[in-house]
């Protein structure tokens, strides 16, 4: 154990023999490792041209660096500071009435009544500090549903965004298809009838989309009516969704707030007159990302409460603008929302989702419905991707619309946690002709390659034609991208069907990829289309 005369000389200076401190005579440590306070140190470099340290006890010498103006910074001995506070604390103790004189006379009574005193006001302390803790949970509780707010309208605006980008990448696709490829050119004079008949039919083929050898003339017609009726509902859709937005953005919006007693609390002159996400009203750019969002909140809380945005006409006020007003009023020192009254005109008529008949587009759907031993396991709902073939997924589609199907399927394949592939073979009555399936030439789709999707593989047909006979379904699962885990290439090598948006298994289809090739064969599923809304 260290004696005293070997603390003393740890915190005390080599060269002037003074006690180091915290404020002028730091410890510093030269480059060699000795210790000299501050003001040696000063006035070492003093003493010196050049900017080097020559350590007065060992004599070694330390230069800087001059090319960058550098200067000496050089780290303290907190060693020996730490050492020199232990020092002074296992000094002798004083007496409470050597620390404390002005106490030294006061009777023990005196001293206990303070002693309740003090403890009295720390508590009082605490309570206030348990209570502002309190508080501050309260806080933070709340921030935490707003954030949660906040990601659930993200979420949905985003959800709504993908569709409205699936919806607009078909429509462009079916227009590039549509697009007039084929120059319709006279025969010559001298030509056989029955070359100028093949060369007009042949151009009249490709006019009709999903058309055969088979077609008659009456069927030529109804396709082309049918694919028209189609592009006549896709406007209807997008002009209403449209329409609506538009119609948001010149609602007036008024927001005014009350404390617990409904007694108004004046606030900003925007928020009391009124505005409108259209406009710029309020300064800087996240005011206007403010008002954006606020719009969308009012907007969307009337669609979860299914309130209809229909005028009032018999307490409407009117302005000069002659535009609807929403007005929002906010509670309880703006913490409590009330429901809104709102005041606006109609919107435009919705596509009406019960016209009995299956229409490609953001609103439909395909339901994966899985059982074992009959015994329901839970459902996949699919929205199909606008780039997979349009031909076979109309088709299948208006074959299965409203009514689930059952093709003789059964897992085929499987990796445990990695992917299932169910096989449907029995096609009898749903075997249509698409070509695009079996073309060789580069594939313009994406892969199924998340939990979130669904794709389609090893898709067969008979021999020498177009005429789809069976495919499997894969839906891949969390391990897919697992290296260690050998996916055959009839698998990896699938077209991305849909993206699930809605899925009720709970996990059984881990479940299924677990199971023994015996098992396999009891799980089967249906497959059904449906036309859902947007809301």
């Not at 709504?160 to 429509?171: H, I, K, Y």
């Not at 439909?364 to 929205?383: C, N, P």
């Not at 689930?404 to 249509?432: E, Q, R």
Request: glycine share 4%; hydrophobic share 35%; net charge neutral.
């Amino acid at each position: 154990m260290a004696s005293n005369e070997d603390i003393d000389e740890f915190v005390t200076c080599g060269v002037c023999l003074w006690e180091y401190d915290e404020e002028v005579r730091k410890p510093k440590f030269l480059p060699c490792s000795h210790t000299v306070c501050l003001l040696c140190l000063q006035d070492i470099v003093r003493g010196t041209t050049t900017k080097s340290i020559t350590c007065p006890f060992c004599r070694h010498c330390a230069s800087l660096d001059t090319s960058n103006n550098k200067k000496w910074v050089l780290p303290n001995n907190t060693y020996a500071l730490q050492m020199l506070k232990l020092n002074k604390q296992t000094a002798a103790p004083t007496s409470p009435a050597v620390a404390y004189p002005k106490m030294k006379n006061k009777d023990v009574d005196v001293i206990l009544k303070l002693k309740e005193e003090l403890l009295k006001i720390r508590d009082g302390g605490v309570n206030k500090l348990a209570l502002a803790i309190q508080k501050r949970k309260e806080v933070q509780e709340h921030m935490a549903l707003v954030i949660e707010a906040i990601n659930v309208a993200g979420e949905e605006a985003k959800k709504f965004q993908d569709e409205n980008n699936m919806s607009l990448a078909e429509m462009v696709s079916v227009l590039e298809e549509n697009k007039p490829t084929v120059s319709f050119t006279k025969p010559a004079v001298s030509s056989k009838n029955g070359q100028r008949r093949d060369l007009v039919l042949s151009e009249l083929m490709s006019l009709v989309e999903d058309s055969t050898n088979d077609d008659s003339v009456e069927t030529l017609k109804e396709k082309m009516k049918k694919s028209v009726e189609t592009y006549e509902q896709q406007l209807d859709e997008a002009t209403t969704v449209a329409s609506e937005f538009e119609l948001r953005q010149k609602i007036k919006i008024q927001v005014r707030l009350y404390d617990e007693k409904d007694c108004f609390i004046p606030s900003h002159s925007i928020l009391e007159n009124g505005f409108r996400s259209i406009d710029s009203a309020f300064n800087g750019p996240l005011g206007r990302l403010d008002s954006k969002l606020l719009s969308h909140a009012v907007f969307f809380l009337l669609q979860r409460q299914k309130i209809s945005l229909k005028r009032k006409h018999q307490s409407i006020e009117c302005h000069s603008t002659s535009l609807p007003v929403a007005r929002t009023e906010f509670t309880g020192f703006a913490r409590c929302i009330s429901v809104p009254s709102v005041q606006v005109t109609p919107l435009p008529p919705r596509v009406s989702l019960n016209n009995k008949k299956f229409v490609m587009g953001p609103s439909a759907i395909f339901i994966l419905k899985l059982f074992k031993s009959d015994i329901y396991q839970g459902e996949i709902h699919v929205r199909p991707s606008p780039a997979f073939h349009p031909a076979f997924v109309r088709q299948l589609g208006e074959y299965c619309f409203e009514s689930p199907k059952n093709f003789g399927s059964y897992i085929d394949k499987a990796i445990p946690g990695v992917f299932v592939s169910f096989a449907l073979t029995n096609l009898s009555d749903f075997s249509p002709v698409v070509p695009s399936m079996f073309d060789l030439s580069p594939r313009k789709t994406e892969i199924a390659e998340a939990n979130t999707a669904i794709g389609i593989a090893m898709v067969e047909s008979c021999i020498g034609t177009n005429r789809v006979t069976s495919w499997n379904f894969i839906i891949p699962l969390k391990d897919w991208h697992n290296p260690k885990c050998a996916v055959s290439h009839s698998v990896l090598n699938n077209e991305l069907f849909g993206h699930n948006i809605r899925s009720t298994t709970s996990g059984n289809v881990t479940i299924m990829s677990r199971s023994s090739k015996s098992e396999r064969a009891t799980y089967t599923l249906t497959l059904e289309s449906a036309m859902k809304s947007l809301e």
